[in-house]
C-alpha cells in the first residue's frame, strides 16, 4: 500500500503545528480545565485548528478524530480515519520540559499505517509511512528500529512522568529491569521505536489519539502494541477509551502480559 503522499502531509502538518506551538510556549500562557479535569492551553487549540484544516482540505473523504474536536460518530462508516492528538502531554508543556509531541495518525480499517510523533521543543520526529519508519534529530534523518533485548535484566522500562501506577511499580519489581526511565507524552514508546528503549506499559486509560501514532511508529520499526491481555490495539472503535496497553520490541512481550494479568489476578 502506498501511503507516500499522507506520510509526507501528516509530517509537514506536525511540524507546521509544532511550530505554532512553539510561539506560545515562551509566553506567559492561560490554562482552562477540561471537563474531565484535564488542562487546555490555547496552543492546544491553534495546533488543532490548523492539523485539521489541513486534512479536511487534502482528504476531504476521510475521518477526522481529534482530541479537541467533537466526535463526529459519522467516522464509524469510513475506512480510512486520521487520528490527532494536536498537544500530548499538555502537563509537559505548561512544565515547560519540553517532553510535549504532535501526534498524527492515519488508520486503514482500524490498523494504524501512518503515524507521525514530532517533538516541538526538541526539533525531532519520529515518523513512518507503513514501510519505512525513521527519527529526524539534528536536521538528520536516521532509521530506527527496536531493540533485540530479550532478557529483563537488560531492559529499560519507560514510565509517564504524570501519572503514578503502584500497579506497574510491582509489576517492574517482578520482571527486574536493568533500568526505569520517567518521560512525557509519546516520547516514551519513540524511545521504544529507537531501541532506546524496552518496554513501555500504561496501565491506567488513555485514548486512541494518545497512542495511534506510536503504535504505528512501533509496529513499522518491528515492535509490538497490544492491550492489556495481549490483544492488538484496533482504532476508530465508539469506545475510543483504551484501557491499558503494553508496547515492547517484541522479545518478551508474552511474558510481560502475563506478569501483567498475574496482577491483576
Same mark, same amino acid.
Given at each position: ?9 501528516? &509530517? ?10 512553539? %510561539?506560545?510556549?515562551? &509566553? ?13 492551553? +490555547? ?9 485539521? $484544516? ?29 487520528? !490527532? ?6 502537563? +509537559?508543556?505548561? $512544565? ?16 494504524? !499505517?501512518?503515524?507521525? !510523533?514530532?517533538?516541538?521543543? *526538541? ?21 530506527? $528500529?527496536?531493540?533485540? *533485548? ?27 529491569? *536493568? ?57 476508530? *472503535? ?11 520490541? %517484541? ?12 496482577? &491483576?489476578?
Amino acid at each position: 500500500m502506498e501511503l507516500g503522499k499522507e506520510a509526507s502531509i501528516a &509530517q509537514e502538518l506536525a511540524l507546521q503545528a509544532a511550530a505554532i506551538i512553539m %510561539g506560545f510556549y515562551q &509566553q506567559d500562557m492561560s490554562v482552562a480545565e477540561k471537563e474531565d479535569k484535564s488542562p487546555i492551553t +490555547e496552543a492546544d487549540l491553534a495546533a488543532n485548528k490548523h492539523i485539521l $484544516k489541513g486534512l479536511k482540505e487534502l482528504f476531504p473523504d476521510d475521518a477526522i478524530l481529534s482530541e479537541e474536536a467533537a466526535d463526529d460518530k459519522a467516522r464509524l462508516d469510513k475506512s480510512r480515519v486520521w487520528t !490527532v492528538d494536536p498537544l500530548d502531554g499538555t502537563k +509537559e508543556f505548561i $512544565k515547560r520540559n519540553g517532553e510535549f509531541t504532535v501526534n498524527i495518525a492515519l488508520a486503514i480499517d482500524g490498523v494504524p !499505517v501512518v503515524g507521525v !510523533v514530532c517533538l516541538p521543543a *526538541k526539533d525531532e520526529f519520529y515518523a513512518t509511512d507503513g514501510e519505512d519508519v525513521f527519527v529526524i534529530k539534528d536536521s538528520e534523518r536516521l532509521p530506527i $528500529k527496536v531493540s533485540d *533485548k530479550d532478557d529483563f535484566r537488560e531492559m529499560t522500562l519507560m514510565k509517564s512522568r504524570s501519572h503514578a501506577s503502584e500497579a506497574l511499580i510491582a509489576i517492574a519489581k517482578r520482571a527486574g529491569f *536493568k533500568d526505569e526511565k520517567p518521560a512525557g507524552s509519546a516520547l516514551k514508546g519513540c524511545l521504544v521505536a529507537s531501541g532506546d528503549a524496552d518496554v513501555y506499559i500504561r496501565m491506567g486509560n488513555t485514548h486512541e489519539w494518545d497512542i495511534c501514532a506510536l503504535d504505528a511508529v512501533i509496529r513499522a520499526a518491528g515492535g509490538v502494541v497490544t492491550d492489556l491481555e495481549g490483544n492488538p490495539l484496533k482504532y476508530n *472503535k465508539d469506545d475510543t477509551l483504551v484501557r491499558g496497553f503494553v508496547a515492547s520490541n %517484541g522479545k518478551k512481550h508474552e511474558a510481560l502480559v502475563g506478569l501483567i494479568q498475574d496482577g &491483576q489476578a
